[in-house]
């Protein structure tokens, strides 16, 4: 959970990155409080990678300014050692053992090897330590790219999209890993299309287009936003009325055989009871709960393009 005490592990005031004359990065404004899991989420292209780049001091900003535990950007070698990433595809000797490769790794930066071993059993990666790293899988290639990071044991983990190319059970590997080392006090920050899983992991959401901040706040606060109405009806004139409401009002609406699911602020699914009463769709059974955060992703982003 995040510190109560309030200290952000990372924080950017107008953060801005071009190339050529692309921005990717733009007037970008937003924080991560110190003790999160904060998931980074946004179309492609959004400007995800550039902006966790940026923090890692492997590009410069051309505007803006940040600073990660406490250091400004320009102060990189402060920080770069109490910070673990995952940014680029991880490169490893694929004709030594995984093992080998962390060790290697550890004598190079100068990490007591002792912590080899534990790392492979955090990752879940200790029963084929001593396998050659050509043989692994991409899900356990991602895992020993974790462990890479953790090597320094660092206070901060940035990943960008650590459960690409995982299965459904590496996913949850991945999902619990990540719980233990928040457990550990570490802040995390990482990307992910895979919204239904930062939903279950996330404590703090920051919300990215077009390079700039739609979002940065508690996941609940984000969540709490909009709600899924959800409409079943035998009579499928009644249903078509209830959407037609919906649809005039600007929100999306999905149906499934006698269902509609409509993603809506909290306050329209009251006035969508009310006004399919009055219009003489009494026979209703309305639910409303909280909606997805790929519900809200697709209704904060209709918004932006309208
Ligand atoms: N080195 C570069 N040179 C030129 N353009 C770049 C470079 N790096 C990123 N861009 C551009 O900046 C924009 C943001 O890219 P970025 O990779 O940061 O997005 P992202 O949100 O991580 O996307 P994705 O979800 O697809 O990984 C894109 O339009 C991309 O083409």
């Not at 909290?266 to 009494?282: H, I, S, V, Y």
Request: glycine share 12%.
């Amino acid at each position: 959970m995040p510190d109560p005490a309030g200290a952000f592990a990372i924080e950017t005031h107008g953060l801005s990155k071009h190339f050529g004359r692309h921005t990717a990065v733009d007037g970008l404004t937003m924080s991560v409080p110190a003790g999160a899991i904060a998931g980074f989420i946004g179309p492609n292209g959004a400007g995800k990678t550039t902006t966790l780049r940026l923090l890692l001091g492997l590009v410069r900003p051309d505007a803006g300014s940040a600073t990660v535990l406490g250091h400004s950007l320009t102060e990189f070698e402060r920080y770069l050692p109490r910070v673990g990433a995952l940014v680029e595809a991880p490169a490893f000797y694929p004709g030594l053992s995984g093992r080998t490769n962390l060790e290697v790794l550890a004598r190079l930066g100068s990490h007591p090897g002792s912590r080899v071993g534990e790392l492979l059993e955090v990752v879940g990666l200790s029963d084929r330590a001593r396998d050659r790293v050509g043989t692994y899988s991409l899900g356990m290639k991602q895992r020993l790219g974790v462990a890479m990071a953790l090597l320094p044991d660092p206070e901060l983990l940035i990943l960008d999209e650590p459960a690409n190319g995982l299965d459904p059970l590496g996913i949850i590997e991945m999902r619990e890993m990540l719980r233990r080392l928040a457990g550990q006090g570490k802040t995390i920050l990482l990307s992910s299309h895979l919204l239904g899983e930062l939903e279950q992991l996330t404590d703090w959401l920051i919300m990215l287009n077009q390079g700039k901040a739609l979002f940065c706040g508690p996941a609940r606060e984000l969540l709490a936003q909009l709600v899924e109405v959800v409409v079943e009806a035998q009579d499928a004139v009644q249903l078509d009325l209830v959407g037609r409401i919906a649809g005039e009002a600007g929100y999306t609406v999905t149906k499934e055989d006698r269902i509609l699911r409509i993603a809506c602020s909290a306050g329209f699914a009251d006035t969508l009871k009310r006004q399919a009463r009055e219009a003489g769709a009494p026979d209703l059974a309305i639910r409303v709960r909280e909606a997805s955060l790929e519900q809200l992703f697709l209704a904060l982003l209709k918004g932006e393009r309208s």
